[in-house]
């Protein structure tokens, strides 16, 4: 009769892992903190088919084990348990580029500036990690399809992209993303209307200075009037 792998799930692998401290295994000579994490890992084997990296995984986990003993351990208190915390990316990333796509929209004019007429240039400080967990998260994406990333460049020349991208990182409707990409004016431009333009021709560029941490935004828009005319050339 052939033999049954017992499955668990993720709750009770968790559990298993959290209250392995009653366990025989830990009584007896005190263990290190390495030899701790290894048992801890081995608790995890039991999810090894619905990851897909299992390497990978067990390095990142053995990181978040270790980061939560480094803040609890005795003599650790107040200020310093505070920055030995690991800050989720996401509200950071959706935070900066919701502030990205408002600044977008309120330099989109009428009446453009001589110097570069149709153009957008924004740049903001930001952490290198920052820029970073975009730069990634951008490059693990499934097509490469409408953008291209280099160290301290990523390039979008395709706007379904561009829309689906920063859709995911605002965490806001692809729809809201593409309406801070439009403007309409009113006054004696009333019926005029501007909106970002993103293509292999004029594409929609985010570069980073590590030198000076900062991050540049740099695009193109187009303005048409009231019948359609475009000014933008």
């Excluded at 668990?8 to 290190?32: A, H, K, R």
């Excluded at 859709?167 to 006054?187: D, R």
Aim: aromatic content about 10%; hydrophobic content about 35%; glycine content about 6%.
């Amino acid at each position: 009769m052939a033999a049954t792998r017992e499955c668990f799930s993720v709750e009770q692998v968790i559990e298993e892992v959290c209250s392995s401290g009653d366990t025989s295994e830990l009584e007896g000579p005190q263990l290190s903190v390495e030899d701790v994490l290894k048992l801890s890992l081995e608790n995890f084997r039991s999810l090894r088919p619905s990851v897909v990296n299992y390497s990978e995984f067990q390095e990142e986990v053995s990181r978040q084990l270790l980061n939560v003993y480094s803040r609890h351990k005795i003599g650790v208190h107040g200020t310093e348990k505070v920055l030995l915390s690991s800050l989720p990316a996401r509200p950071m990333v959706s935070c900066e580029v919701s502030l990205w796509l408002r600044g977008v929209k309120r330099r989109m004019l009428a009446n453009p500036k001589a110097r570069n007429p149709w153009t957008i240039e924004i740049k903001r400080d930001l952490p290198e990690e920052l820029f970073s967990c975009l730069r990634m998260s951008i490059r693990g994406a499934p097509s490469a399809f409408g953008v291209s990333v280099e160290d301290t460049g990523i390039k979008y020349t395709h706007k379904n992209r561009f829309l689906r991208d920063f859709s995911k990182f605002a965490g806001i409707p692809q729809s809201e993303v593409l309406n801070n990409l439009k403007k309409t004016f009113g006054g004696k431009r009333k019926g005029f209307k501007a909106e970002v333009l993103v293509s292999r021709e004029k594409p929609f560029i985010i570069s980073y200075d590590c030198k000076r941490k900062q991050v540049a935004l740099a695009c193109n828009y187009g303005c048409w009037n009231e019948f359609g005319y475009g000014f933008h050339g």
